[in-house]
């Protein structure tokens, strides 16, 4: 949600259609990602298509102070994440955009999200961010569910050059990016408008020909 495109503003008029368009999208496999997310299954969660029972969790999850910091600001009611879940599969359906929720293995709704929009047609240049329940910091969900939408972007949608942006005085968030091996590329100096202000952001990168490099190399860093 850091700076992604998503505004509560849309508001959605029609809720049966919605509701009859996340029931067919949700848990559903399949290899094309605009008709319905794929299951990803990790060693701590799955990702999968975001429902709109995961509205309640991801109100609590990530409208805390301390995930929103440094991110756009997210929805402050259930029905405004209902709104952001709708928006997510229309994007997704249009071939714009891809939102996973994280579900820990013996959970049923989401604790966070990944999210990954194109920054060109076709996805070649795209950037991801995420933001999972201060609950769950530091306990290794990030790095699992961080490596398994890394596969799918440079895998399945054919990313070769995946970025992200950070502000800079998130120090967890750079660190976070650090740890699954993104390169620093540089600082956005006044990119991102929080709370009235201009932050500088941290511009960082990872190819595709690199992440399968580090993965052949037994990934140290990485798996
Ligand atoms: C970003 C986020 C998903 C990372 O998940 P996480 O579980 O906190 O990540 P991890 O604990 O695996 O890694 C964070 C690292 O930052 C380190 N860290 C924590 N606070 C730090 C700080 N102030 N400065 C530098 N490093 C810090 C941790 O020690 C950890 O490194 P380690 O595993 O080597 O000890 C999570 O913190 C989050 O949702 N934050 C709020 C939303 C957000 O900022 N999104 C990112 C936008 S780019």
């Not at 990530?62 to 405004?80: D, Y």
């Not at 600082?187 to 052949?216: C, H, M, P």
Request: glycine share 8%.
């Amino acid at each position: 949600m850091e700076k992604m495109p998503f505004r509560d503003a849309q508001a959605v008029t029609d809720l049966e259609a919605v509701i009859a368009a996340a029931r067919a999208a949700s848990a559903t496999t399949t290899s094309d990602w605009r008709k319905a997310l794929p299951v990803l299954t990790g060693s701590m969660v799955t990702l999968r298509e975001l429902r709109l029972s995961d509205a309640p969790s991801l109100l609590a999850m990530l409208s805390t102070e301390e995930v929103a910091r440094f991110i756009s600001p997210p929805p402050t009611t259930i029905e405004g994440f209902e709104r952001f879940i709708a928006w997510t599969h229309r994007e997704r359906a249009a071939g714009n955009y891809v939102c996973f929720a994280v579900v820990p293995h013996g959970m049923d709704t989401a604790i966070g999200i990944f999210q990954i929009r194109q920054l060109e047609p076709g996805f070649g240049t795209a950037e991801w961010g995420f933001a999972i329940g201060s609950a769950f910091w530091g306990t290794g969900v990030f790095v699992d569910g961080a490596k398994l939408v890394i596969d799918f972007a440079f895998d399945v949608i054919q990313t070769h050059r995946l970025e992200a942006r950070a502000a800079v005085l998130n120090g967890r968030g750079n660190a976070a990016l650090r740890k699954i091996g993104a390169v620093q590329e540089g600082v956005l100096r006044k990119s991102f408008l929080r709370n009235g202000e201009y932050l500088d952001q941290t511009l960082w990168t990872i190819l595709d020909e690199d992440w399968r490099s580090a993965k052949a190399f037994v990934g140290v860093r990485i798996h």
